[in-house]
């Protein structure tokens, strides 16, 4: 079971040094890991013990992206409690930039209780109600660090609630303005939406504002009332004018890519999975370090491919261990596992 922290997903990162960061919109948990893997989530009180994980969507690809060796900063907001310093005591020391988190007097740092089962796949609860990362104001962001990004990343747990719905919505108009990138991946987390129809209109309220969209094959079936993800003309109905790359990821099989110009799959790393949590956003971390480098990718279907296969071998690795961010890899690693790699 796992315990989180966390803050808005208006969080802001950047991804090599050689170029301007790209900023990470998100929430960020501290997360405790149960020591031992329950299927239903109602064992977890069962659970003899609880490890602390500190994560969040956003921050987890911030600190993948540093890992990897690029440059990333984070906004967002937590508690003014002790899980709250612990995080940003976790960003400055993983070298991601803090200076656009902020405390919160008034609320505490949420928490994410997760459930592991014994092929690694988890189960979320939440505890918040509100919790701080609800409670980020538009006037509080740092809209200076967002309009020097890259490359924006962002998620959609910001629109559940307001303000920080307001200030999630203003954070990516600043950084769309500002000739910024666009990066989006849903992370779709059905308990914290009032219902599963607000769940998918908020998801989609801000679609077509995107440049690259990361979603998994649940969340196609989600977003398309129960269409089949793994039909391409499913998945091409996601795409709009604004889309540059739509990724579908899919665990251990790799992942497929859609762009207007081609479309195709990159097989996966076959790992031994422990603790799926954060895989994704691992994923996230390794595509947007290569793109960062070098948007020309997005034109060119074969180096595509190959920092898709870099991506790819980040969130295999990081489900070898349990806790998102202590098992994020370096750029060394995903080096020595890219041999591998079924093209």
Same mark, same amino acid.
């Given at each position: 079971?796992?315990?989180?922290?966390?803050?808005?997903?208006?969080?802001?990162?950047?991804?090599?040094? +050689?170029?301007?960061?790209?900023?990470?919109?998100?929430?960020?948990?501290?997360?405790?890991?149960?020591?031992?893997?329950?299927?239903?989530?109602?064992?977890?009180? $069962? @659970?003899?013990?609880?490890?602390?994980?500190?994560?969040?969507?956003?921050?987890?690809?911030?600190?993948?992206?540093?890992?990897?060796?690029? +440059?990333?900063?984070?906004?967002?907001?937590?508690?003014?409690?002790?899980?709250?310093?612990?995080?940003?005591?976790?960003?400055?020391?993983? &070298?991601?930039?803090?200076?656009?988190?902020?405390?919160?007097?008034?609320?505490?740092?949420?928490?994410?209780?997760?459930?592991?089962?014994? $092929?690694?796949?988890?189960?979320?609860?939440?505890?918040? &109600?509100?919790?701080?990362?609800?409670?980020?104001?538009?006037?509080?962001?740092?809209?200076?660090?967002?309009?020097?990004?890259?490359?924006?990343?962002?998620?959609?747990? =910001?629109?559940?609630?307001?303000?920080?719905?307001?200030?999630?919505?203003?954070?990516?108009?600043?950084?769309?303005?500002?000739?910024?990138?666009?990066?989006?991946?849903?992370?779709?987390?059905?308990?914290?939406?009032?219902?599963?129809? $607000?769940?998918?209109?908020?998801?989609?309220?801000?679609?077509?504002?995107?440049?690259?969209?990361?979603? =998994?094959?649940?969340?196609?079936?989600?977003?398309?009332?129960?269409?089949?993800?793994?039909?391409?003309?499913?998945?091409?109905?996601?795409?709009?004018?604004?889309?540059?790359?739509?990724?579908?990821?899919?665990?251990?099989?790799?992942?497929?890519?859609? =762009?207007?110009?081609?479309?195709?799959?990159?097989?996966?790393?076959?790992?031994?999975?422990?603790?799926?949590?954060?895989?994704?956003?691992?994923?996230?971390?390794?595509?947007?370090?290569?793109?960062?480098?070098?948007? =020309?990718?997005?034109?060119?279907?074969?180096?595509?491919?190959?920092?898709?296969?870099?991506?790819?071998?980040?969130? @295999?690795?990081?489900?070898?261990?349990?806790?998102?961010?202590?098992?994020?890899?370096?750029?060394?690693?995903?080096?020595?596992?890219?041999?591998?790699?079924?093209?």
């Amino acid at each position: 079971m796992a315990l989180r922290a966390a803050a808005p997903p208006c969080a802001a990162g950047h991804c090599l040094p +050689s170029s301007p960061p790209p900023r990470v919109g998100g929430r960020r948990f501290f997360r405790p890991l149960a020591s031992a893997a329950r299927a239903p989530l109602q064992k977890s009180a $069962d @659970a003899p013990a609880f490890k602390k994980a500190p994560g969040g969507a956003p921050a987890n690809v911030a600190v993948g992206i540093a890992r990897l060796g690029g +440059s990333a900063a984070f906004i967002g907001k937590v508690g003014d409690d002790e899980f709250g310093y612990m995080l940003s005591d976790m960003l400055k020391e993983n &070298n991601v930039n803090n200076q656009g988190l902020l405390f919160d007097t008034h609320a505490r740092t949420a928490l994410a209780f997760v459930t592991l089962r014994s $092929d690694g796949e988890r189960e979320f609860m939440f505890y918040r &109600n509100p919790s701080a990362d609800m409670l980020l104001e538009e006037k509080e962001l740092d809209l200076d660090l967002i309009r020097k990004a890259k490359i924006f990343h962002h998620g959609s747990i =910001s629109l559940i609630t307001e303000p920080c719905r307001t200030a999630h919505i203003a954070a990516s108009k600043a950084a769309k303005n500002a000739g910024v990138l666009i990066s989006y991946d849903p992370n779709l987390r059905l308990p914290l939406w009032t219902s599963a129809d $607000d769940a998918r209109d908020g998801i989609l309220s801000i679609w077509d504002t995107a440049d690259l969209i990361k979603v =998994s094959a649940e969340e196609i079936s989600f977003l398309t009332n129960g269409e089949d993800p793994y039909d391409d003309s499913v998945v091409k109905k996601l795409i709009h004018p604004n889309t540059k790359l739509l990724l579908v990821t899919e665990g251990p099989d790799g992942c497929r890519y859609y =762009s207007k110009e081609f479309s195709g799959k990159v097989g996966g790393l076959k790992v031994n999975a422990v603790d799926t949590t954060g895989a994704g956003d691992a994923f996230v971390a390794g595509i947007l370090s290569q793109l960062a480098l070098d948007f =020309s990718l997005l034109q060119d279907e074969a180096r595509l491919r190959e920092a898709l296969k870099f991506a790819n071998v980040c969130g @295999a690795l990081t489900v070898t261990e349990r806790g998102a961010i202590p098992a994020l890899p370096t750029r060394q690693q995903v080096a020595d596992a890219l041999t591998n790699v079924v093209a």
